[in-house]
């Protein structure tokens, strides 16, 4: 019997919770302590905003576009390659692009989680090209379906989201390449 819940439960309930408090009780006053800058915008020792930001979203679809896909991409993934790989890639996917966007651009309210998403959907295509078996993706499936429109149509909401979908996709890629070259994973 599994006495903690997988990541993307955690991870779904940091969203919501970082949501409510957020808009409801502190009215945008935790975004503007935690949320994601670029490195001109950011004060000495913000760079905790690299992880924190991930977790605030900016209404109340893009926290349901991003819930579901992490929820969708965990039931895919978290159980086969385990939940510290499954985390690792997260995390790493989402530091890794809003640090690089951080130093190539200029915003003061980075939010979202999607870098992280786009870095598992990179591991779960990686996973499926070298073993077909080892998924068993199949269009048709809720899962399958919603990670794939997810990858396409995420892309749709600007520039700025377009380009962290890219990093947070090529850093997954590089991870996941390298947990298999380890044989972390499979």
């Avoid at 020792?45 to 924190?52: D, H, I």
């Avoid at 993706?137 to 429109?149: C, I, Q, R, S």
Wanted: with cysteine; aromatic share 18%.
């Amino acid at each position: 019997m599994k006495i903690i819940p997988n990541v993307y439960i955690i991870l779904i309930t940091l969203y919501v919770s970082v949501f409510i408090l957020d808009k409801l009780i502190f009215k945008n006053t935790l975004l503007e302590w935690a949320g994601g800058k670029s490195f001109n915008n950011m004060q000495e020792r913000e760079w905790y905003r690299l992880l924190t930001g991930s977790f605030f979203h900016q209404n109340i679809l893009h926290l349901l576009g991003n819930a579901y896909a992490i929820y969708f991409v965990g039931v895919i993934l978290e159980d086969r390659i385990g939940s510290w790989s499954f985390l690792a890639i997260y995390l790493i996917g989402n530091i890794a692009a809003y640090t690089v966007y951080s130093t190539f651009s200029n915003y003061t309210n980075g939010t979202g989680a999607s870098p992280g998403i786009y870095a598992l959907i990179a591991c779960v295509i990686i996973l499926h090209l070298y073993d077909p078996s080892f998924l068993n993706l199949e269009f048709g499936e809720w899962p399958v379906n919603y990670t794939f429109a997810y990858l396409i149509l995420g892309n749709l909401y600007g520039m700025g989201a377009f380009i962290v979908h890219i990093l947070g996709f090529g850093f997954g890629s590089i991870i996941t390449l390298l947990l298999l070259l380890f044989k972390i994973i499979i």
